[in-house]
């Protein structure tokens, strides 16, 4: 078989779609082929005889001997890979600025390359541009995300959904009953829900839970978790609170929905709400005695006249 020659060998290396180039010990660079050259902006007669580190500086140079070393002593390829290290030299891309994507994604190989006798002369790196994998695997990882998102969400008022709420009042009862921090529960409801249902229509309803839900995000701590119980029914959990405080935020709630009106149809809604309130005292040894105590609070509330808090107390 005929053997290629050096100068066939550089034309198709030149040719590849692949980035490749040639260092030494020294990491100078001994070969540079077209694709670096066309995305670096580099071409070879000016990098070739010149260390990497010296013509692309924001490259880790203590990372890069490492990398080179490793392949010198082992005498075995290296790689990097885009998850580990987005890229080895920061190229632009070609793709449309819409996919949010700032610069090239790189798998990058490093390759002993060995004289006669067996002993590794140079390293060749190739550099892969894998930009549409990158892309691909954080489209997936943005979709996994929203969907994860969605089944932790209520679709109208954006808060959380009854199951995720629920689920974190077991998370945080379980860690104020490990710590003994404090921990409060608010459940509060719309009055007269059906009224507004039934004058106005179920759409103006939901623009109703909507606007509760947006005002209730504005009102609360970063600390809080807020969810929609059911219907017209929310629910709050004030970590690390006493259930003074919480009767300091309940009355916040009460009175920025008093304040709320909302124009539906050239018409005026107003509404107001009764909260019930419950501590997490010694007598309460599972999250769900914790609902049943603001519950019942929140009914008592009602009883007295609505729009108002009333705090929970056992016996």
């Known amino acids: ?30 070969f540079w082929n077209n694709f670096m050259a066309a995305n670096s902006g580099m071409p070879a007669i000016e990098i070739v005889g010149h260390r990497l580190t010296e013509r692309f500086p ?11 070393e490793t392949v010198f002593v082992l005498r075995n390829r ?24 700032e610069h090239m994604y790189q798998n990058c190989t490093f390759s002993p390359c060995r004289n006669a006798e067996g002993e590794v002369e140079t390293v060749v790196v190739t550099l892969q541009d894998v930009t549409d994998l990158a892309m691909a695997h954080r489209a997936l990882e943005l979709a996994k995300e929203q969907l994860a998102q969605s089944s932790r969400l209520d679709g ?4 959380f959904n009854r199951g995720y709420w629920e689920h974190c009042l077991a998370g945080e009862f379980k860690r104020s009953l490990r710590s003994g921090a404090p921990l409060a529960l608010i459940i509060f409801d719309l009055d007269h829900f059906k009224v507004i249902n039934d004058t106005f229509g179920h ?81 309460v040894d599972d999250y769900q005695k914790l609902i049943a105590g603001a519950d019942d609070a929140l009914y008592r509330s009602k009883r007295e006249g609505r729009n108002r808090f009333t705090a929970y107390h056992s016996g």
């Open 156 to 159: 109208l008022t954006g808060l």
């Open 203 to 283: 759409l103006a309803g939901d623009e109703v839970l909507r606007g509760v839900g947006e005002r209730l995000r504005a009102i609360l701590r970063e600390t809080d978790i807020a969810g929609r119980y059911g219907g017209e029914e929310f629910g709050v959990i004030a970590t690390d609170c006493e259930v003074a405080g919480a009767c300091v935020l309940a009355e916040r709630i009460r009175a920025g929905m008093e304040a709320l009106s909302f124009a539906y149809e050239g018409q005026a809604i107003r509404v107001t709400v009764s909260l019930g309130i419950a501590g997490n005292d010694p007598a």
């Open 58 to 68: 924001e490259l880790p140079e203590r990372w890069l001997r490492k990398k080179v």
């Open 1 to 30: 078989m005929t053997e290629l020659s050096e100068a066939a060998l550089r034309d198709l290396v030149d040719r590849l779609d692949t980035g490749v180039f040639v260092l030494n010990r020294e990491l100078e660079v001994l």
């Open 78 to 101: 290296s790689f990097t890979a885009w998850e580990q290290r987005p890229y080895l030299l920061r190229f632009h891309h070609n793709r449309p600025v819409t996919g949010g994507v």
